[in-house]
């Protein structure tokens, strides 16, 4: 073990009441990055998905399919672990709020909270809608073209009486406040904490925690008439997997606190109920609740309405995986609402990729292969120019780790595409090409230097690009046992002399059918 503490990341777990979507891969592809990364540092990393599978919206949704909840859980479950292979996902784990483990857990969890006198039987009244699965306050609703009520998000809502067990959230408004002060990194980005610290000033009301509406859920202990309200159940999800309610077992010694990565639209349960609900039964909070924005379409929302869904699958088959992988991490500042356009990612995959990256290294590699007998260069001595572009290649990682550590993945990138330009513009200064015939012995040191700043940045690209990176890797015979990020320095440089096979592209340019030559 290198020593350095455990990691834990999360994405929400996706409600299986519609297919996989953009915003799932966009989540998933965040944490995805990060788990990579720290692998790559040396970190212990567990890295978390799966599908929230109870609820109204479910068991309605399963009628309509002509499915019991259970088979229809089963069939869109499935699809998210697809998901997770289309996309070459790492996660260590994926959990189903309908497995043993987190029944267990979950109901575990609420006679703590029992216990500690959080929990109290009542009756609820109000605003409930069903798409949401959330109830909301008068102020809150607006009003549709037909005169109907509808919450914030725009989903229909309707008045419900029923009993329900109220968690005492109003009692935690002060010590919430005195975490997000404490705690400034607590909620990012800064305009979310904001957004969230300002919630909570205004007051909080008990929480709805169960519901007798519908029977598809996690049974109340001790009394089944009742089923958990979604965000309970679904929230507990994080320590579930860590392996509560076994806290004295290592494994969630060493796993929690994890970092959990959010769309802003359920910022709230994730910042406000779960570290309440944490807090009153003595766990300790999240790291981090990381929310980020949302994705439209070529300058408009993305509906189902407007025929303008981005479907996994259907832009990795387009573009390619990495392409889009890359794209999604630079295109946007992380937190912010992003867009996904042709034009835009076609300008990522042939300006960022294919130009500068790709034939960066295909020019290198093809003058390697011809000029050095297709063996990695002998250097000489190194010249200032020399030095320059290899620090800066070594100093990538300190830099990297401060951008991934606040999750600004498109600030990591820029800074490796920084070390690209660089390497760009020393091949074209130093013209091995020239050299070949001037001064073959230059000519090898600038080659060497170039080969081995390629592998630098072929090793800090894996996170986002893993098979591109890998394919390049191969290439410069970098062995799978030496491309942890404790390689990146002078002392695990390439070895002059060691056989490197034939050089073949790795980014190609992406070719319009419709438009020719994009």
Known sequence: MSGKPAFYITTPIYYVNDNPHIGHAYTTLACDVMARFMRLDGHDVMFLTGTDEHGQKVEKAAREAGLDPRAFCDKVSKNFRILAKEWNFSNDDFIRTTEPRHVR???????????????????????????????????????????????PSGAPVEWVKEPSYFF???????????????????????????????????????????????????????????????????????????????????????????????????????????????????????????????????????SKSLGNVIVPSEIVARYGLDQVRYTLMREVNFGNDGDFSHRGTVRRCNHDLANDYGNLAQRVLSMIARNCGGRAPRPGDLNDGDRELLDGAYGLLP??????????????????????????????????????????????????????????????????????????????????????FDRLNADHALRPGADLPEPTGVFPRYRDEEQGAA
């Open 168 to 302: 005492r959230l109003s009692a935690w408004r002060d010590r919430l406040l005195d975490l997000y002060d404490s705690r400034p990194g607590f909620i990012m980005p800064e305009t979310r904490r904001n957004e969230v610290r300002s919630f909570v000033a205004g007051g909080l009301r008990d929480l709805s925690i169960s519901r007798t509406s519908f029977s598809w859920g996690v049974p109340v202990p001790g009394d089944p008439g009742h089923v958990m309200y979604v965000w309970i159940d679904a929230l507990t999800n994080y320590i579930t997997a860590a392996g509560y309610p076994d806290e004295d077992g290592g494994d969630f010694r060493r796993r929690w606190p994890a970092l959990h990565m959010v769309g802003k639209d359920i910022l709230r349960f994730h910042a406000v109920y779960w570290p309440a609900f944490l807090m009153a039964a003595g766990i300790e909070v999240p790291r981090r609740v990381f929310a980020h924005g949302w994705w439209t379409s070529e300058g408009r929302k993305i």
């Open 399 to 484: 830099a990297t780790r401060e951008h991934i550590a606040v999750q600004a993945f498109h600030l990591m990138l820029q800074a490796i595409w920084g070390v690209v330009g660089d390497a760009n513009r020393y091949v074209d200064e130093q013209a091995p090409w020239a050299l070949r015939k001037t001064d073959p012995a230059r000519m090898e040191t600038v080659l060497y230097v170039l080969a081995e700043t390629l592998r630098v940045l072929a090793l800090l690209t894996q996170p986002v690009m893993p098979e591109s990176s890998s394919r390049l890797l191969d290439q410069l015979a970098v062995p799978e046992s030496e491309r942890q």
């Open 105 to 151: 857990s979950v109901q575990a969890l609420w006679r703590r909270l029992e216990e500690a006198g959080e929990i109290y039987l009542d009756h609820y009244e109000g605003w409930y809608a069903v798409r949401d699965e959330a109830f909301y306050a008068e102020d809150e609703l607006g009003e549709g073209p037909d005169g109907r009520k509808l919450a």
